[in-house]
Structures are given as structure tokens and as C-alpha cells.
């Protein structure tokens, strides 16, 4: 067997080990749902209306606003915008839990020389 097509066959092999390493990464997954969600929730809105009221109304009743305007959707039978949001804030909330430990050593260090 020649050394090229032996270092075919390796390489390929290295490339389906790694492809499978990525696809079955809990991130991975986690990234493609968000993509699709974010996606699907531009779809369910109108996001312009979204960003022009968080701008219209004053900083400090925006919590009241979001549970409300989350309230008028599950009442007014939009369950799948609720969901949707739902989704979108866990994994958010699930990428942060995972990422921020990534970074708080280098943050420590900061904090401790200053």
C-alpha cells in the first residue's frame, strides 16, 4: 500500500473521529437549538415593535413590562412565542453557567494585582 493513500485513510479517519467528537457535544447541540429558536422567534415577532418599546418605556419598569407583555402572550393563547422565549433564556442562562467559569480565573487574577 502506498504511503499517500495510507495517509488518506488515517486522516480521514481522524476527520470522522472529530466530526463525531463536535456532533455529540452537549454545546454544540445547545447552539443549534438557540440558532433555530432565535430564528423562530423572529419569525412569531416583530422584533423592530420589540426593540422600539423597550425604548420607549423607562429603565426601571422594564421587569414589570417583560413579565406583563409575557403574561399578555400565555393569555392571549400565543404558547408558542412563551415557549420559544422560554427556551431561549434557559439556554442562554445554561451557555453562561457553562462559559463564565472559563473566565473567572483570568478575572481573580486582575482583581488580585490591582
Known sequence: MKASTLQKKIMRRIYYAYAIAVASHTMF??????GAC???FGR???????AHNF???PT??????VSTAFMKALTGGEML????A????GLAVSFTYRVLPLFVPYFRSEVSHA
Open 81 to 84: 412565542t412563551a415557549f420559544v
Open 38 to 40: 432565535i430564528a423562530l
Open 44 to 50: 412569531l415577532t416583530h422584533v423592530a415593535s420589540i
Open 86 to 89: 422560554l427556551l431561549i433564556l
Open 60 to 65: 426601571t419598569n422594564i421587569p414589570s413590562y
Open 55 to 57: 425604548l420607549a418605556i
Open 29 to 34: 447541540w445547545q447552539g443549534l437549538v438557540l
